[in-house]
């Protein structure tokens, strides 16, 4: 049996302990959850399968059981289900007071799908032979490839934890059996479900993040983004008052526009320590745009850099509020983006261009790195749709939640404007602002 974990990859050009150390780095960067980091650690225990490494080494689909997610998840719940030391080994690391067995479960869940879409974890039994979140028939193949191959799975765990002897529980069939048949998700163990779920959901989207940045090999991706909303954040306010002092103030209607945004500022200032959620109800024409946007400058002032998300509920409106922003930073609009079904990134555009003239992995890989910007939202200042923000936040699916990270430390304005009647009269002006401090 091969003991040294140092030689395993996790992908052609890149070393297993490599890979998880730099999705572990990326994970901290993006938030302090210690249940991200764990799963990160897990993810791709997987990978030692031997049949996985031959597979990096010649390309195609291997005829053998050559799968890593399910392997991964298996471990975990192998080292940490039925061993109370190691689950006060696990307390520990992450810092909770009680583990419960929706909380193994969950963990166990989120590692097996970290390539897919988080399941229902109270599915319904339709063929009458135990529910399981899991698929059944996925597990009986790791189930009888773990019968026939060695993997140092205690090397590799032990290399992250220090934890009692596991391997026992590994190939017990009334385990295997238990975990096939009867995985089941008791809501009536969260006391708080709401809390559960966004915990979960959170940590899953930072891991996804985290391990698409690292396999892609996207250098300093997070902490360059992070200088990104820094600088923009830099330069917002003085921008933002020079735009406003440049608006002609010899009108009536603008002077009036002036006296409802500083009136809304004033009471920011006043209320801002009390919430963390605002909102400003004025009529049409009166300048919402600019007094949102005068909002999240007193926020950043107050409270610090931030990225802004601009939710709009039509593509036409999210197509002239890019127009407002855009003239009011000229000279930053690499810190702008518009991003739904019909923007495009002018970038994005050249590069293609070039890409057909002169293809080079250089341009090829920059093409990657917008296109993973876009998908993650992490652009210093972003104009969407209500869709695509409301989505990320009730979604499951794997791709809608790799923006969810940048959801946090986030100024949101939500510039609504419903026009089902009979609400259309008393809600037509509604703007609500939020921010998550």
């Avoid at 490494?53 to 390309?59: A, F, H, N, R, Y």
């Avoid at 009680?98 to 479960?105: A, G, V």
């Avoid at 996925?138 to 765990?157: G, H, K």
Wanted: charged residues 20%; negative net charge; proline residues 3%.
């Amino acid at each position: 049996m091969v003991s040294d974990i140092n030689i395993f990859k996790s992908h052609p050009n890149k070393l297993l302990l490599d890979h998880i150390d730099g999705v572990i780095n990326n994970v901290k960067q993006l938030t302090s959850s210690k249940l991200a980091e764990l799963i990160a650690v897990f993810h791709d225990l997987g990978k030692m399968n031997p049949y996985f490494q031959k597979k990096l080494l010649i390309e195609g689909k291997s005829t053998k059981y050559s799968n890593h997610a399910y392997l991964s998840a298996y471990v975990f719940f192998c080292v940490f289900a039925g061993s109370k030391n190691n689950q006060q080994v696990l307390k520990h690391f992450l810092g909770w007071s009680e583990l419960t067995k929706n909380d193994i479960i969950g963990i166990s869940v989120l590692i097996a799908k970290h390539h897919s879409n988080i399941p229902d974890f109270q599915p319904i039994n339709y063929k009458g032979d135990g529910v399981s979140i899991l698929d059944k028939t996925e597990n009986d193949n790791l189930f009888s490839f773990l019968s026939q191959v060695e993997m140092p799975i205690t090397e590799y765990v032990n290399h992250y934890f220090t934890v009692d002897d596991f391997l026992k529980f590994i190939d017990n069939n009334n385990y295997q059996s238990v975990y096939r048949n009867h995985l089941c998700f008791n809501e009536n163990d969260n006391i708080k479900a709401l809390n559960f779920y966004l915990d979960y959901q959170y940590a899953f989207s930072c891991l996804i993040q985290s391990d698409k940045a690292d396999a892609a090999e996207f250098d300093n991706f997070i902490d360059q983004q992070k200088h990104d909303v820094s600088d923009f954040c830099n330069i917002y306010s003085s921008k933002l008052d020079f735009y406003l002092l440049s608006l002609q103030q010899n009108t009536e209607l603008n002077k009036l526009r002036t006296k409802i945004r500083n009136e809304v500022v004033t009471n920011l200032q006043t209320n801002i320590q009390k919430g963390r959620i605002f909102e400003l109800t004025a009529p049409t024409g009166s300048g919402k745009t600019l007094m949102l946007l005068s909002l999240a400058s007193e926020i950043m002032k107050q409270t610090g850099a931030k990225r802004i998300i601009y939710g709009l509920p039509f593509l036409s409106i999210t197509e002239q509020v890019e127009t407002e922003v855009l003239s009011i930073f000229q000279g930053f609009e690499k810190y702008i983006q518009r991003i739904d079904s019909k923007s495009e990134n002018t970038r994005f555009e050249t590069l293609q261009d070039e890409l057909d003239g002169n293809p080079q992995e250089k341009t090829i890989k920059e093409l990657s790195l917008i296109e993973f910007q876009e998908n993650t939202f992490s652009y210093p200042f972003v104009i969407t749709t209500f869709v695509r923000f409301f989505e990320t936040l009730l979604s499951n699916r794997n791709s809608e939640l790799l923006k969810l990270p940048n959801f946090s430390n986030c100024i949101f304005l939500l510039d609504g404007k419903p026009s089902v009647k009979p609400y259309s009269r008393s809600l037509n002006n509604l703007r609500t602002f939020a921010c998550e401090l």
